[in-house]
Structure formats: structure tokens, C-alpha cells
């Protein structure tokens, strides 16, 4: 008999490692709630306050973007070192700043340190836990994770209110020192870097570029301006990226993969349930509270049963995936999604607080069900040799298709005559991209998708 036991030194790396992804993405989630309190400190526009959440959603992808040559160049234990330090020195750094530059500053670090954990973490559950366990892990990982989005609203809005904004990375920084403790003696100098790769740093500095114009673009867009030039520019760029990626002999980004079918076809939807997801988030707080005159904190409280109660179960997902395969999970997460979108659709004049919450439930169950189920569905599609830049290509899709959502449903919302019909067509696209991944499914599976194999 095969023993799939886990060594303890595995379970704490992985675990210290996604608790640095957990402090970097609640530090983003939290700091949020803060910016109007800054604008009045700082004595600046809410325009220049955001450039702390663009620049560090901009650092975090871009640093994802190098997970797959760092992860070959460098031993994990020491780009786990170097995350725990330069996350505590950045927190530290924001917790007394006292101009606004210095707090960019903090916050590009933060970024920098989010944008190495989160891939280190499903990169160690891919190449150190046996493949009849993946999906549990993956789901554990997923979960400590998630529940930083969670809390992120509630947990920055009461610090604010009560201690001030310097608390928020006050009480982050032990979170680093805590991750430091549980993983440092479980990383081993056990891995051969290749230090023979040469970096291709043209396509690294095309796709720079790209990203960080579209991040541009998308600001704009929030604020109903189409800028055609960014978008042209952003267009021109991301194809020059993606020539040099496929006749280039040197290492950066492979974008091949993308040709593998299945590996595709789980991407996409993917993508588009970070879009729905953080779409919805977006614009459900502002509908309960100016459709139905409901309080800020209940408006953000409606989110947080469905969301802890969908991110708990992602173990369970997991493991289901491990025993019976990933595909009645994926399409009853898809028709589940449907269903509830649908409800919202046909109650969104009368649904309420107590009728959004549940459906939200339901919403959340589904959603959370075929996105993680996604996630390791695609990476175990790749080679061994592959997966490094699959994980990188999943986690920057995450993060855009995040941040390309809030700007579409935000332009949806402010040129709608009332915030309850800006959230029927809100609801009317998503349903539309549901519908989409149906489609998608259906490649995907081919003559099986009605099957019960």
C-alpha cells in the first residue's frame, strides 16, 4: 500500500507560507476602508490615495509574473526568507510613515512580498504533496487565504473607527514574524537552483509595461474616462510581449501553455468568477445601502456569512475533487452560480438585506466550488515542468479579472438611472458570462460533459 502521509516539515512550510499570503492580501483588503481618512490627513486627492491600492495591486502582479523563474533560479526557503523580512520591514515602515510617499513606499513592499507567497504557496502543494491529496491542500491553502477578503472590509473599517489607520499594519505585523517562526526550521536547503537560465528581461520589461498600462486604463475607466490611447498602447505592447514569449530561447513568462486545451479552458472560467466575484462585492454594500437605506456595516456584514461559509468548505471541495474528480463539482458550482444570479435578477427590487444574505449563501457555495476546483484542476493538467508558470498565469488572471470587474460593474452602476437597475445589469452581464462558461465546459468535457463519469 502507497503511503500518503504528509511530513510535518511539508504541512508547516505550506502553512507558513500561506499565512504571508493571508497578511499581504488583508493588509490590501483592510487599507481600502481607510483612504478617505488619508486624503484628509495627507492633505491630497482620493485620486493620489489610490495609487496606494493601484501600485501594490500593480506590484503583486508583476511579482507573480517572475514566480516561475525565481522558483528555478532560488531555493523556496530562501524566497520564503526574503518575503517574511521585506513584508515585516514594509509593514513596519507604514505603521509610522508620516508622509505619503513613505506610505507608497510600504505598500510597494507589501506588494512585492504578496506577490512572491501567494505563488510559493501553490507551487509547494504542486511538488510536495502526493497527487491523491492535492485537491485538499489546495483547497486548506486556498482557504487560509480567502479568509482575508473576509474580513478585510469589517476588520479595517472597525480599526479605523475605533484606534486609527496606523493600527491596521500595527496588528499585520506579527503576522509575518508568526509565519517566520512556523517555517523556518520546515524550509531545507534541499533544492538544485538552475543558476544557468538566462532571464529574458525584454519580455519581462514588455509585459511591464503592459500590465502596468492596463492598470492605468482600468483606474480611468472607474473614473468614466476611456482613454483609447492606453488601451492602444497596452494592446501594442502585450503583443510584442507575447511574440518575443514565443520565439525567445530565454526564460521569463511560458505563455506555451496556453495552447494546452485543457489547460485553457480552466482558466477562462476562472477569470471570470474573480470578474463576477469582486464585481458583485463591489456593488452589492452600495445597493442594500442606497436601494434600501440598510447601514454600512450591515451592508458589509450581508457579504460575510455566504463568503467564510463557501472558503471553510474549500478543504471539503478538495477533497471530494481527490475521490470522485473534478467534473459534477465544477458544473453544479457553475449551475449553483446560475441559480442564485437568476434569483437576484427576478428579486432585485424587493430582496433586501435578509433576502440578499441568503441568496449570497447560495451564490458563494457555488462560485467557491468551480473556482478552486478550477485552479487545481489547471495546474494538474501541465507537465511537472510546467506548473511553476501555470500557477503564474492563474494568479495574474486572478488579480486583473479582480480589477478589470469592479471597473466594468462600476461603469455599469454610475451610468444607470438608479443603483437598483445598475444592479439588474450588473446581474444581466454576469448571467451572461455563466452562460459563457457553460459553453466552455462543454469543449472542455466534449461528448462526456453529460456523463456521469
Not at 508583476?62 to 528555478?72: A, P
Not at 517574511?84 to 510600504?106: E, H, K, P, Q, R
Not at 458544473?331 to 433576502?355: D, V
Amino acid at each position: 500500500m502507497v503511503n500518503h502521509n504528509i511530513a510535518l516539515e511539508t504541512k508547516k512550510m505550506i502553512i507558513a507560507s500561506a499565512i504571508m499570503g493571508f497578511s499581504g492580501i488583508l493588509s490590501e483588503t483592510s487599507m481600502n476602508v481607510a483612504f478617505p481618512i488619508l486624503v484628509r490627513i495627507f492633505d491630497t486627492s482620493l485620486g493620489k490615495i489610490t495609487w496606494l491600492a493601484t501600485a501594490y495591486l500593480l506590484c503583486v502582479a508583476i511579482t507573480i509574473t517572475l514566480s516561475s523563474y525565481l522558483k528555478q533560479r532560488f531555493e523556496s526557503r530562501m524566497i520564503f526568507l526574503f518575503t517574511c523580512t521585506f513584508f515585516f520591514i514594509g509593514t513596519f515602515i507604514g505603521s509610522v510613515a508620516t508622509s505619503f510617499d513613505l506610505l507608497l513606499v510600504a505598500r510597494v513592499m507589501q506588494g512585492i512580498s504578496t506577490g512572491l507567497s501567494i505563488p510559493l504557496t501553490f507551487n509547494l502543494v504542486i511538488y510536495y504533496i502526493p497527487a491523491q491529496k492535492l485537491g485538499q491542500w489546495m483547497g486548506f491553502s486556498s482557504m487560509i487565504m480567502s479568509l482575508a477578503p473576509s474580513i478585510g472590509a469589517t476588520f479595517g473599517g472597525l480599526l479605523v473607527d475605533i484606534v486609527g489607520w496606523r493600527m491596521i499594519f500595527i496588528t499585520i505585523l506579527p503576522i509575518p514574524v508568526i509565519s517566520f517562526l512556523i517555517g523556518f526550521s520546515a524550509f531545507k536547503k534541499n533544492e538544485k537552483p538552475n543558476t544557468q537560465n538566462n532571464f529574458d528581461f525584454l519580455a519581462f520589461a514588455l509585459l511591464t509595461i503592459a500590465l502596468t498600462v492596463l492598470l492605468i486604463f482600468i483606474s480611468k475607466i472607474e473614473a468614466q474616462i476611456f482613454d483609447g490611447k492606453m488601451l492602444l498602447l497596452f494592446l501594442i505592447t502585450f503583443t510584442c510581449f507575447v511574440v518575443r514569449s514565443l520565439s525567445s530561447k530565454k526564460i521569463f513568462l511560458n505563455i506555451k501553455i496556453l495552447t494546452n486545451i485543457d489547460f485553457l479552458t480552466a482558466v477562462i472560467p476562472f477569470a471570470i468568477y474573480q470578474f463576477i466575484n469582486i464585481g458583485g462585492n463591489f456593488i452589492i454594500p452600495s445597493y442594500l445601502q442606497l436601494g434600501f437605506g440598510v447601514s454600512s456595516l450591515l451592508a458589509g456584514l450581508s457579504l460575510f456569512p455566504g463568503t467564510v461559509a463557501a472558503v471553510l468548505l474549500n478543504p471539503i471541495f478538495g477533497k471530494i475533487y481527490d475521490r470522485h474528480g473534478e467534473k459534477q463539482l465544477i458544473l453544479l458550482g457553475n449551475l449553483l452560480t446560475f441559480i442564485s444570479l437568476i434569483m437576484m435578477l427576478f428579486t432585485t427590487n424587493t430582496m433586501g438585506f435578509l433576502g440578499l444574505l441568503t441568496i449570497y449563501m447560495l451564490f458563494s457555495l457555488g462560485r467557491v466550488m468551480a473556482f478552486s476546483i478550477l485552479n487545481v484542476s489547471a495546474l494538474k493538467k501541465l507537465k511537472n515542468n510546467q506548473k511553476t508558470d501555470g500557477t503564474a498565469i492563474l494568479q495574474t488572471a486572478q488579480q486583473f479579472s479582480g480589477a478589470i470587474g469592479t471597473s466594468i460593474v462600476s461603469l455599469i452602476t454610475v451610468s444607470s438611472p438608479n443603483i437598483k437597475i445598475g444592479m439588474h445589469n450588473s446581474l444581466m452581464l454576469f448571467i451572461i458570462m455563466i452562460v459563457f462558461i457553460f459553453i466552455i465546459l462543454v469543449i472542455r468535457y466534449g461528448e462526456n460533459f453529460c456523463s456521469c463519469e
